[in-house]
């Protein structure tokens, strides 16, 4: 019989566990998606950008042809992630390039968590790679995004197939924080949220304004 205990469940993220890997975020590879909004996919981004920096988690950022073809990065992404390294590529399987899978290994972390344009090609592929060699992944699906609903519905299927864990932007954030009990981090999970989690954000500031309340009792 199985005993219950207040402990997380291992599949849960935590910050110090988990490398975030951001693909592609690019203009002219945001052109062409048809399964988001871009607003609401670039909402998310930055989301789960200022979440990471915030939470302290190791962030691999990488673009594709980023001079000949597809352009600059979201700037929420630039704006968020002001050091380190951008590395460009022409591989569309990023997981091909020996700068990501060497950055990967000198992190030493075994779960990656996936988020990019586009979700057939960007992101299935490191996703599929990474899965054989012997990581755990996870994919933002909602800081992805494709040409149509069923180019981006059919890869996070087959990563699903794969053994991959989907999850959304804000559901990343909030799985990184779990206890609204833990100060330090308080204060940056609730200003993310008020700025960038729609009507959710719009509650915490609602709920603040009126009657000075806020999640957890604090």
Not at 20 to 43: E, K, N, P, Y
Not at 141 to 156: L, Q
Not at 168 to 197: C, N, P
Request: hydrophobic share 40%; charged share 20%; proline share 4%.
């Amino acid at each position: 019989m199985a005993t219950a205990s207040p402990a997380p469940g291992k599949t849960l993220l935590t910050p110090k566990d988990h490398t975030l890997i951001l693909i592609d975020h690019q203009s002219q590879m945001a052109f062409a998606v048809r399964s988001i909004d871009i607003g609401s996919l670039r909402t998310n981004t930055v989301l789960v950008s200022k979440a990471a920096v915030g939470f302290g988690v190791s962030t691999i950022v990488t673009t594709v042809a980023e001079k000949s073809f597809s352009g600059p990065l979201f700037p929420e992404i630039t704006e968020t992630f002001t050091s380190g390294p951008v590395y460009d590529r022409t591989s569309m399987n990023a997981w091909e390039d020996s700068q990501i899978t060497n950055r990967v290994n000198e992190i030493g972390k075994d779960r990656l968590v996936f988020a990019g344009l586009w979700t057939s090609v960007c992101i299935v592929g490191p996703v599929l790679s990474a899965i054989e060699q012997g990581f755990e992944a996870y994919v933002i699906t909602d800081a992805c995004g494709d040409v149509s609903d069923e180019a981006h519905e059919r890869a996070v299927a087959r990563m699903i197939q794969a053994g991959a864990r989907p999850m959304t932007s804000l559901q990343y954030m909030l799985e990184l924080q779990r206890d609204w009990a833990r100060g330090e981090t308080y204060a940056l999970t609730t200003g993310i949220a008020r700025e960038h989690a729609g009507g959710y954000g719009i509650g915490i500031q609602y709920a603040k304004t009126m009657f000075g309340a806020q999640e957890g009792g604090h």
